[in-house]
């Protein structure tokens, strides 16, 4: 079992940057694929970003290409999206996720373990 813990969210001008992190505990952190999704009102969970369980390979969704950076610390058993030229578009709820794999996916019903959310909101 793998428990999850997002902080970071909270409210910013369109333009600006946040940084969410996902805490783990649990099993072996280093062992899990890990993903940030997020859901606005009214729409599905949608893929933002993924990162293998070395760091070394990371896939972003089109949306947020050139502006999310995902990154992890495998001694902190940590996952970070640090978030810049945020858009009034990418107000959602950003959701941290676990895959215990080696491959990486984009699809949210591939991953085995999930956060509560964090809440990011960006105004205009």
């Known amino acids: 079992q793998v428990q999850l813990v997002e902080s970071g969210g909270g409210l910013v001008q369109a333009g600006g940057s946040l940084r969410v992190s996902c805490a783990a505990s649990?099993?072996?952190?280093?062992?899990?694929?890990m993903a940030w999704f997020r859901q606005a009102p009214g729409k599905e969970r949608d893929f933002v970003v993924a990162?293998?369980?070395?760091?070394?390979?990371?896939y972003y969704a089109d949306s947020v290409k050139g502006r999310f950076t995902i990154s992890r610390d495998n001694d902190k058993n940590t996952v970070y999206l640090q978030m810049n030229s945020l858009k009034p578009e990418d107000t959602a709820v950003y959701y941290c996720?676990?895959?215990?794999?080696?491959?990486?996916?984009?699809?949210?019903?591939?991953?085995?373990?999930w956060g509560q959310g964090t809440q990011v909101t960006v105004s205009s």
């Open positions: 996720a676990a895959r215990k794999a080696y491959v990486v996916r984009t699809i949210s019903r591939d991953y085995d373990y």
């Open positions: 649990g099993r072996t952190f280093s062992n899990y694929v």
């Open positions: 990162i293998s369980w070395s760091g070394g390979n990371t």
